[in-house]
């Protein structure tokens, strides 16, 4: 993959990372109004949990973007 492509990647992959911070941030902050409000958070919880593996896979694929750009330069 050349240079210019693995930059673009990484600003896809960076604006992703980013969008999915915000989502496991809902999440957390959903299932804290469900825990206040008595009712129960198992489906909430399940869904930051599946957020949680989306995100370690963006940011597994952006370390292998880092890497491939860092061997670009050299």
């Known amino acids: 993959m050349n240079r210019e492509k693995i930059l673009r990647?990484?600003?896809?992959?960076e604006d992703r990372v980013a969008r999915t911070q915000r989502?496991?941030?809902s999440y957390s902050e959903h299932i804290c109004r469900l825990e206040?409000?008595?009712r129960d958070p198992k489906w909430a919880r399940l869904m930051l949990r599946q957020c949680e593996e989306v995100?370690?896979?963006?940011?597994s694929v952006h370390a292998k973007l880092t890497?491939?750009?860092?061997?670009s330069v050299k």
């Open 9 to 13: 990647e990484l600003a896809l992959i």
């Open 23 to 25: 989502q496991l941030a």
């Open 36 to 38: 206040d409000s008595g």
């Open 55 to 59: 995100l370690a896979l963006h940011l």
């Open 67 to 71: 890497e491939q750009l860092s061997r």
